[in-house]
């Protein structure tokens, strides 16, 4: 087995390649969550993912085509087996576990540990070999507990709207935005979404997630939007934030909660010991970093996967 990264991440097992959200879907591929950085933009061959993905990412790329599996159910290939497990990222997140010859892969995509409003808990699964996604993966990052950020959001809308403003939410349309509205619907206050956000939240209506937001037009004092659109925001009766990870040490020029469907530096080593793998390799983000640190933190053999060569498993 050889593991590779550049078009997505590669596995070469005997005489077939696996590709983990390639760019090019030109082998058997598995798209892990609908995200346009894990969606692949040429399908040659369709892709593997679950039904919510699927859904979600035609919305993105209408001419988005893939073959659609359940979670937690075992697909036979000639060399291999592979099962999408929940990875608690947004709807229909999954990791992708690879079964071959006797060993065990993972590959986490995005993910996060804790219960999101919106999604699946994230399933444990042991395994030999852990792919796993590092955006956060430096000891600088440490967000409050979850149940303390989505407080302190709330108390902040309630705060300005009862001071007579508009109050602005920005963040990304697919995913945060969906956790943002049930978090705003829990305590009373149903918001208006642009169209985007619209067509992404009827996606988890579909699929069970009881949203109640306003389309444009309907009278609201609490906005959804976009992130990249909030600097552009000048009206002086409205107040604005963004949420997003990055907040605790970007100045977006606005109020920022650290409110993220990542996990954090700890939360990401604490997953990986229960995962307990043999080895590990850290792709994205800070993969140089984490590396490091779960080799002197945890005692297993971790490495950087970058695009410079492959690196065969069988090396370690």
């Known amino acids: 087995m050889r593991i590779s990264i550049g078009n997505g991440i590669a596995i070469k097992v005997n005489s077939q390649t696996i590709l983990l959200d390639p760019n090019v879907s030109d082998y058997i591929s598995f798209v892990s969550h609908s995200h346009s950085d894990h969606i692949p933009s040429t399908i040659i061959k369709k892709p593997y993912c679950t039904e919510e993905t699927y859904e979600l990412a035609k919305i993105r790329n209408p001419n988005f085509e893939a073959n659609i599996i359940k979670e937690d159910k075992r697909i036979k290939f000639d060399d291999f087996s592979v099962r999408l497990i929940s990875s608690g990222h947004m709807l229909g997140a999954t990791q992708i576990f690879i079964e071959v010859d006797g060993n065990s892969i993972l590959y986490t995509g995005d993910f996060k540990i804790w219960q999101g409003l919106t999604t699946k808990p994230i399933k444990i699964q042991h395994a030999d070999v852990l792919i796993t996604e590092a955006t956060y993966g430096n000891p600088i990052f440490k967000f409050p507990p979850i149940e303390d950020i989505r407080e302190e959001i709330v108390k902040w809308v309630t705060k ?22 049930k978090l705003l619907n829990l305590s009373g206050i149903t918001p208006q979404v642009s169209e985007t956000i619209r067509k992404y939240s009827n996606v988890y209506k579909k699929f069970g997630v009881n949203l109640e937001f306003l389309e ?22 409205s107040k604005s934030c963004v949420l997003t990870g990055w907040s605790l040490f970007r100045d977006y020029g606005v109020k920022g909660f650290p409110l993220s469907d990542h996990c954090d530096f700890d939360q ?13 390799f850290c792709v994205h983000g800070y993969s140089k970093q984490l590396a490091k640190e779960i080799k002197k933190k945890l005692n297993i053999v971790a490495l950087p996967l970058s695009k410079h060569g492959q690196k065969s498993l069988v090396e370690f």
């Open 160 to 181: 300005e709207l009862e001071n007579g403003y508009f109050v602005n939410l920005g963040t990304y349309a697919s995913g945060k935005s969906q956790e943002v509205i």
């Open 216 to 237: 444009n037009g309907e009278e609201s004092k609490t906005f959804i939007k976009s992130m990249h659109v909030i600097p552009s925001i000048k009206n002086k009766m």
């Open 268 to 280: 990401i080593l604490s997953f990986i010991q229960k995962v307990n793998p043999k080895q590990v």
